[in-house]
């Protein structure tokens, strides 16, 4: 079944540490997209990527980075959490170019950074 | 510039009654229009969208959504609400970039 996976689903960490937040898609989609969600609130564009070797910085400046080897993978990385890093990461993808084209979103993963 | 704005943050309908959620936006061009919606503990999930053609537009759930681009509205309305509705919804405007809304909390009371 074609779908968007985001793991973990829920992560709690200390200040410093270095994560990785895996985003992956059986869509074969060429665009896909980061945003950073405080619960209940708005949505903000962190990264996004047109395709493989492809990423952008997006509307919210962030200290994450983005990597798109492959066209259903585009893991977040943060070198060393801080707790204003504290959000819900939302991983979406869109099928082109078009700009018609409806997203589709992971489930979210929930960080912590104490 | 390009925007979106919903106006209510929250929205309470009574169950079996009408519900609309407010959407107006700014954008230069033809715009693109989405509703997704959210609940707890989700990512958000597409209800509908307007490219072109009828203003009119009808969604997932039941939800439909009218264009008006005389007053740039692309309000979301269902015509009896149910309390499986209650959900964070968010409209999203596309021209060179995707912008969404700060989302309305709609609560359906049984």
């Known amino acids: 079944e074609a779908d968007i996976y985001q793991t973990p689903r829920y992560l709690v960490i200390g200040t410093g540490k270095k994560i990785t937040l895996e985003c992956s898609q059986t869509?074969?989609?060429?665009?896909m997209y980061w945003y950073q969600q405080d619960p209940g609130m708005e949505l903000h564009l962190i990264h996004y990527?047109?395709?493989?070797?492809?990423?952008e910085k997006g509307d919210l400046s962030s200290e994450s980075t983005v990597s798109r080897i492959r066209t259903e993978h585009f893991p977040l990385t943060l070198e060393s959490a801080r707790p204003s890093h504290t959000s819900q990461y939302l991983c979406?993808?869109?099928?082109?170019?078009?700009?018609?084209?409806?997203?589709?979103f992971g489930p979210g993963t929930r960080l912590t950074v104490l | 510039a390009q925007s979106v704005a919903q106006p209510e943050d929250q929205v309470n309908v009574a169950e079996g009654n009408p519900l609309t959620v407010k959407c107006t936006y700014s954008?230069?061009?033809?715009?693109?229009l989405f509703w997704y919606v959210q609940y707890p503990n989700r990512g958000l999930q597409f209800l509908l969208k307007?490219?072109?053609?009828?203003?009119l537009v009808k969604g997932s759930y039941g939800f439909e959504a009218e264009f008006n681009k005389s007053q740039t509205s692309f309000h979301l309305k269902k015509p009896s609400a149910l309390v499986s509705d209650s959900a964070l919804y968010f409209c999203?405007?596309?021209?060179?970039?995707?912008?969404f809304g700060k989302g309305t909390r709609l609560h359906i009371l049984p």
């Open positions: 979406a993808s869109s099928e082109g170019f078009f700009s018609g084209d409806e997203q589709f």
């Open positions: 869509m074969g989609h060429d665009k």
């Open positions: 990527s047109y395709g493989v070797n492809s990423t």
């Open positions: 954008v230069s061009g033809n715009p693109y």
């Open positions: 307007y490219i072109t053609g009828d203003n």
């Open positions: 999203a405007v596309k021209s060179d970039k995707i912008i």
